[in-house]
């Protein structure tokens, strides 16, 4: 099983919904997706060292540490249960990583995401683990 992990800094964005503005032109309706895009393909570029695109089946991780508000008691982390939505996150993480670590996220047959509140002094992001599964037809 090839392995590939990688940590993105930042503030996790989700793809969330998009919105008509006319003309049959439709924008994301988060300003901070594209960004938060960016910076996972960036990464996961650096990751992949000039390999090429992996083949077959692959599984996915998603460790999300989103930021951690004021209010949060400084003893205790509570669990991060409050927007956004941890499918949306983990779209825009698949989409930013098709094209260049996968040749398309219809690849990917296994996806485990997590999410969670930043320890006191952590920094938020995403850690990304890709791997090919062994033992699968491609043709599954």
Not at 109 to 129: F, I, M, Q, S
């Amino acid at each position: 099983m090839s392995i590939l992990t990688f940590h993105v800094p930042g503030k996790p964005a989700p793809q969330g919904s998009k919105r008509f503005v006319g003309r049959g032109i439709m924008i994301e309706s988060s300003r901070e997706v594209g960004p938060w895009r960016e910076r996972v393909a960036l990464a996961a570029h650096n990751a992949m060292c000039g390999r090429n695109l992996l083949a077959g089946p692959i599984t996915v991780g998603l460790a999300f540490t989103m930021p951690r508000p004021k209010s949060a008691p400084k003893r205790s982390t509570p669990p991060a249960v409050k927007r956004p939505d941890i499918d949306k996150l983990a779209r825009a993480c698949l989409d930013a990583i098709t094209g260049i670590i996968v040749g398309d996220d219809s690849q990917i047959v296994d996806l485990h995401a997590t999410k969670r509140l930043a320890e006191l002094g952590e920094t938020p992001g995403v850690l990304v683990t890709v791997a090919i599964l062994t033992g699968q037809r491609a043709d599954q």
